[in-house]
């Protein structure tokens, strides 16, 4: 037994009931029936819980990674700014101006190095896994790295 109720829609989805109805050759109020069926399911439910569920574990991934890549990042700059800070003497003023041009002209060479190894695809974040993982073969296996 089918029992009738009114529903009202809005005209755009209104015209889109009908456009489908037409298109599929099959009855407006089937097509209302297979909806709000679909929608009071509860598989529906889980399913779309699924697919955020999926979407989230991968954004915590996607965080994660980046949280490692940039304490990496901070770290190398600041092991790098220590080491160098300690290395480099002062200059004397006098010799300022020579020690300006040479140090623009090291600077374009690292810059030159370091588009060159990104256009090959060469990145510090990926050799360090496997520098990672070689020490750790090394001290598993009760040898040392050379």
Do not use: C, H
């Amino acid at each position: 037994m089918r029992l009738r109720t009114n529903v009202y829609f809005s005209p755009e989805i209104l015209r889109q009931l009908i456009d489908l109805s037409d298109r599929r050759k099959i009855s407006r109020s089937s097509i209302v029936e297979a909806a709000v069926t679909s929608f009071l399911s509860p598989d529906a439910t889980d399913r779309a819980e699924a697919a955020f569920t999926r979407r989230l574990d991968r954004l915590s991934r996607q965080v994660q990674r980046l949280e490692r890549d940039t304490a990496i990042g901070t770290e190398t700059l600041g092991l790098f700014i220590r080491i160098w800070m300690t290395a480099t003497p002062s200059m004397p003023a006098e010799m300022n101006g020579g020690a300006d041009a040479q140090g623009q002209a090291r600077f374009q060479s690292f810059v030159a190095a370091l588009a060159e190894r990104l256009n090959k695809g060469q990145t510090l974040l990926r050799e360090i896994p496997d520098d990672v993982w070689n020490k750790m073969e090394f001290a598993k296996n009760g040898r040392e790295e050379s």
